[in-house]
């Protein structure tokens, strides 16, 4: 009642100027100014970089984000691009302490500023007496509409949907499931393409080449079948696996233009990699000793893969060019990271989405001329992305609640474990710029955490029911959830503390989901049988 008084006071009232009191940097105790030095976010190719071009600002300490990309638009003289956005971290690493070892396997522990200096200081205790490094990176200047409704709903499988994916360029959605059926989906109009029948038992994995001319799918029996998508034929189809398979990975398309090569892993606990063209196999990769549950194709030559055995394995996935070496150096174990003290479910590389997407960009459907034109794109993203995200860095999450952040390429050993989830970790996604990673738990909870160090940024709850995976939208600034409770959840990155959106229809729990490349559409796939296209 406080609150409605006319004369100002009351409880509310007088707690809300509390609030905005203790948020006044005059009454903090904190200097009205801060001295900070400007730099780009250091990336792998800026090692010899000339720091006297870094400029030194004596800033208010109230300078917030939006002031902050005023004056690096100004620093830069940039006269195009005036509306990029960019990120900024405050750097919170001790130079000094530690051995040279140490710093070289440990990530800067920077900070991101979410609103102003002020509270970024405030809130992580951070000294106003030295100069504060400040790293800027730039963000997708294209934006992507949050999705609000269902606009289709796509009846056909007779069964339980356990995955939806977009094409890598946009023009076809693939889906699969318990009915043992394969669907290829017009985007346009939401209607039927084509239905592949040849698998005899539930489809479990599937997955797009990166040149999007061909899809895998395999089932419970350890069949793997290649589609044509445009034709809905079969192109190759061989048993791969003793028992089911349990996931899929492509060769991305930078590393060979053909994208002809496959990697399966199963519950037999072995992982094979497989030329689709000639259906042979060229590699077994063995070692695990329980089934292996998942499996990432990487943008540097390697092959990762999890298991129940509680270990991470680094394959080789190409012949060594520094020595006279054959195929028979493909599969052979790199190294090996342990850490979790049960089975691992799930693993994720800050690449992920350039892999996926190869030469295709948020534009959508882009034709080539031939295909040196196309591994030139595919090169050319995955370069910028890599001047970005830096070294390519390995997060996973298991049953013992909490999620590891590796740099495989480099160390056997973890650079953080990552805690908070109070049940299972069985989904994790890296946003397509690799800022940010999410992880999806039995907790019912989804988690945001910085993914350049593994510090944890934010909590997002409302869900009733388990979350069984996120998706990211191509500018990542939104993230959707998918749950038991048969809802999907839209989040704003930006302003965590509520979903934007609660997206309600399926009538049963939500298995499958995937957010479209050009950032158009989102398809959810049910227990109810039926898939759902949101739009914004």
């Known amino acids: 009642m406080g ?90 690493t001790n130079e000094g302490e530690g051995g040279e070892e140490e710093k070289k396997t440990t990530l800067s522990e920077d900070i991101e500023i979410v609103k102003s200096l002020f509270d970024t200081i405030k809130s992580n205790n951070l000294s106003t007496e030295n100069v504060l490094s400040l790293t800027y990176m730039p963000l997708s200047l294209f934006r992507v509409k949050p999705v609000t409704r269902c606009t289709d709903t796509m009846p056909g499988h007779t069964e339980a949907i356990l995955h939806v994916s977009y094409s890598p360029c946009g023009r076809f959605l ?47 029996n350890g069949f793997v079948i290649v589609w044509d998508p445009t034709t809905g034929e079969s192109k190759k189809s061989f048993k791969a696996h003793s028992k089911w398979v349990t996931a899929m990975a492509w060769e991305p398309m930078h590393r060979n233009v053909n994208c002809e090569r496959l990697c399966t892993s199963s519950k037999d606990c072995l992982v094979k990699i497989w030329n689709v063209r000639t259906g042979s196999c060229q590699a077994t990769l063995s070692g695990h000793t329980d089934s292996v549950e998942c499996v990432r194709w990487g943008g540097e030559g390697l092959i990762y893969t999890c298991s129940r055995d509680r270990t991470i394995k680094v394959w080789g996935a190409e012949p060594d060019t520094n020595a006279k070496s054959t195929n028979k150096d493909v599969g052979k174990l790199v190294r090996t990271l342990t850490g979790h003290g049960h089975r691992v479910n799930t693993i994720a590389l800050n690449c992920d989405y350039a892999c996926r997407t190869g030469p295709f960009d948020h534009n959508g459907y882009k034709q080539f001329s031939n295909d040196g034109e196309a591994l030139k794109s595919a090169t050319d993203r995955y ?60 907790d019912k909870k989804v988690k945001i955490w910085d993914g350049r160090n593994g510090n944890f940024f934010n909590t997002l709850t409302g869900h009733v029911g388990a979350v069984y995976s996120v998706a990211w939208a191509s500018d990542s600034r939104y993230l959707v959830s998918a749950s038991k409770d048969s809802t999907l959840k839209l989040w704003e990155v930006a302003s965590p503390k509520r979903a934007k959106e609660t997206l309600s229809g399926h009538q049963d729990e939500i298995y499958a989901l995937d957010w479209s490349p050009n950032g158009v559409s989102l398809a959810s796939g049910s227990k109810d049988r039926t898939i759902k296209v949101w739009k914004h």
């Open 3 to 92: 609150s409605l008084n006319p004369d100002g006071t009351g409880y509310d009232v007088a707690k809300r100027r509390k609030l905005n009191e203790s948020q006044d940097p005059s009454d903090s105790g904190l200097p009205s100014s801060v001295v900070v030095k400007f730099r780009p976010v250091k990336t792998s190719g800026d090692e010899d970089s000339d720091e006297s071009k870094w400029p030194q600002l004596d800033l208010p300490i109230g300078t917030t984000v939006s002031e902050l990309e005023a004056l690096v638009h100004n620093l830069l003289e940039k006269e195009e691009n005036e509306t990029c956005p960019y990120a900024f971290y405050v750097s919170n």
């Open 174 to 220: 693939a889906s699969g499931g318990g009915d043992t059926t394969v669907r290829f989906w017009d985007v346009n109009t939401c209607l039927p393409k084509r239905t592949c029948q040849g698998h005899r038992n539930h489809v479990l994995v599937t997955g797009w080449s990166p040149d999007g001319k061909r899809f895998g799918s395999a089932d419970k």
């Open 383 to 442: 370069n910028e992305i890599k001047k970005v995200i830096g070294e390519e860095v390995l997060v996973s999450g298991s049953d013992d609640f909490t999620l590891f952040f590796w740099q495989p390429t480099s160390s056997k050993h973890p650079i953080k474990r990552l805690t908070g989830h109070q049940q299972a970790v069985n989904d994790i996604k890296f946003s397509p710029d690799g800022r940010y990673f999410a992880s999806a738990s039995f």
